[in-house]
């Protein structure tokens, strides 16, 4: 039965899900079968619309070889905030493409170049 009263954690721990499973290409579906539960099921802990139990938590990070405690990564600015930033599956691959670069003068051209195109497109204030 869903959990109706969700906070900003439970949508941000859930963003995190889907982040690890697009960067290491898992469907909803092998995911969900890997727990038990149908890739509906996987949809709705990604989108923050049911809240995932520690049980399930802790087979999470197991099926993905990591500590339960990075599943809330980024969930105390969330709380003190009272936001939480969350970034598309495109954007999460240019930031670990980015992050491959070495060279300080390419990666500062990537940044101004990408700031441009944003003010271009009306999206970014100058001065971000």
Do not use: C
Request: glycine content about 8%.
């Amino acid at each position: 039965m869903p959990v109706k009263n969700l906070n900003i954690v439970d949508i941000a721990v859930g963003h995190n899900v889907k982040i690890l499973r697009v960067q290491r290409g898992i469907s909803q579906g092998e995911l969900g079968e890997a727990l038990g539960v149908t890739f509906q099921q996987v949809q709705k802990y990604e989108k923050g619309k049911n809240r995932i139990s520690s049980g399930r938590l802790s087979a999470i990070a197991d099926y993905f070889n990591i500590d339960v405690a990075a599943l809330f990564s980024g969930t105390r600015n969330a709380e003190e905030s009272g936001t939480i930033v969350l970034f598309s599956p495109e954007a999460v691959a240019v930031a670990q493409a980015y992050d491959k670069i070495q060279s300080v003068r390419v990666r500062h051209a990537i940044r101004s170049l990408v700031r441009q195109l944003s003010q271009e497109d009306g999206d970014t204030p100058p001065d971000a």
